[in-house]
């Protein structure tokens, strides 16, 4: 021990606790990830509630179909896609693996697949457009088909980028997992 006037006592000034300070790197990855997933589902549940007020103007005539048209037939799936949202939220308290499986590859099914077939539904009336400059359905004033081709760019965006941050999420905890065996 040290007196007052005396040499300090070795490791008794806080050096010894630096290795402690750092957070490990697959932690700090864990929490980013998840704040862009988090992102992406509010961006996605938008789009949703979105198509799902279309679908209730329309169906409930509160307004003209001149002014919102009736949705297509690709959007009646679409509306499974929050699904894979909510599960992917239920696996971020506990770092569930298999909810963020369950979530990735139920995006694919419920999300991404419908939209490739909305796309190919809306192809002949896009191309009547684009060829002739006429269109039949509308949304307030907009062509329908091209509001609905923008609507699915960027829900192609948000999906493609959840799966993505969701297979880097899937890495880090993957490695947090076998540290732990390892010890």
Known sequence: MASRAGPRARGTDGSDYQHREKV???YQMSVSLKSEIKKLIYV???IWLLLVAQ???AHLKLVSHDVVAMPYQWQYPYLLSIIPSVVGLFSFPRNNISYLVISMI???LLSIA???YGSME???MAQQLYRHG???RFIFGFSAVSVMYLVMVVAVQVHAWQIYYSKKLLDSWF???QEKKKK
Do not use: E, N, W
């Open 44 to 46: 996605h549940v938008l």
């Open 106 to 108: 139920s995006t694919g």
């Open 122 to 124: 809306m192809f002949p």
């Open 134 to 136: 006429k269109a039949y």
């Open 114 to 116: 419908p939209l490739i």
């Open 175 to 177: 490695t947090s997992t």
């Open 24 to 26: 490990a790197s697959h």
């Open 55 to 57: 679908m209730c103007v």
